[in-house]
């Protein structure tokens, strides 16, 4: 079964707007990864979070960790047209070499 | 440097045909992952290689799902008896034991399946 649910399904914005993304989960992780999947095929690597930290960033995404709320953030600033693609939150109960229970994604459309 | 490889990229088959689907790893990452990804779902963890050590099969579905990995490498997801409800795309991904890597998985593009 899936570990939680990203908010919003789907998310329109017009290029140069900021994305916001929303993960929540059900159990005890060691981290939290988001990845990003165009056109349906393979997933792309883009930021993991630990469970002790609270922020993190990568260029121009920001990701944020509540433990306590069991939920976490992607922020993307500044978004491109190339940025239209789903991006999906997983999770991981340890550390290491661990099968991730991902989420079912959020479709963002950058309109140029 | 090649990144993580599946064939084929895409298969018809018929209801009742067993299908093979191989997945070539990163060269030296010593674990791999099956996910499968059914229509506008998130993905759905199915088996896990880590080295020499016992799969962890916690994710088949049923037991017409298997899966082999010879040789520390390459790994062959076996579905029998295919059903409709097995259409999907099937991903593959391995990661590093290294440590400061071992928690990034690294995606092929995956086959889609349909069984009609």
């Known amino acids: 079964s899936q570990q939680g649910e990203e908010d919003p399904q789907a998310l329109s914005i017009q290029e140069g707007e900021n994305a916001t993304m929303n993960c929540s989960y059900k159990t005890s992780i060691n981290n939290l990864q988001w990845y990003r999947q165009n056109s349906g095929r393979g997933l792309v690597h883009l930021i993991l979070?630990?469970?002790?930290?609270r922020e993190k960033h990568s260029g121009r995404l920001r990701v944020t960790l509540d433990t306590s709320k069991k939920s976490s953030s992607l922020l993307i600033t500044a978004s491109r047209a190339a940025d239209t693609a789903s991006y999906f939150c997983a999770t991981a109960r340890n550390s290491g070499n661990t099968p991730l229970v991902f989420g079912k994604g959020t479709r963002l459309s950058v309109i140029a | 440097g090649a990144g993580v490889s599946q064939s084929p990229s895409n298969k018809v088959t018929e209801k009742g045909k067993d299908v093979e689907l191989r997945c070539d790893p990163i060269s030296g990452h010593t674990a791999l992952y099956w996910y499968r990804q059914s229509l506008g779902q998130g993905l759905e963890f199915l088996i896990y290689f880590q080295g020499n050590s016992a799969p962890d099969k916690s994710g088949l579905p049923s037991d017409r799902f298997s899966a082999e990995r010879t040789g520390g490498s390459v790994s062959t997801l076996t579905i029998q008896r295919t059903q409709q409800e097995d259409s999907a795309v099937y991903l593959c991904?391995?990661?590093?034991?290294?440590?400061?890597?071992?928690?990034?998985?690294?995606f092929g593009p995956g086959t889609r399946l349909l069984v009609l």
């Open positions: 991904a391995s990661s590093s034991y290294d440590r400061a890597l071992r928690e990034t998985q690294y």
């Open positions: 979070i630990r469970s002790n930290e």
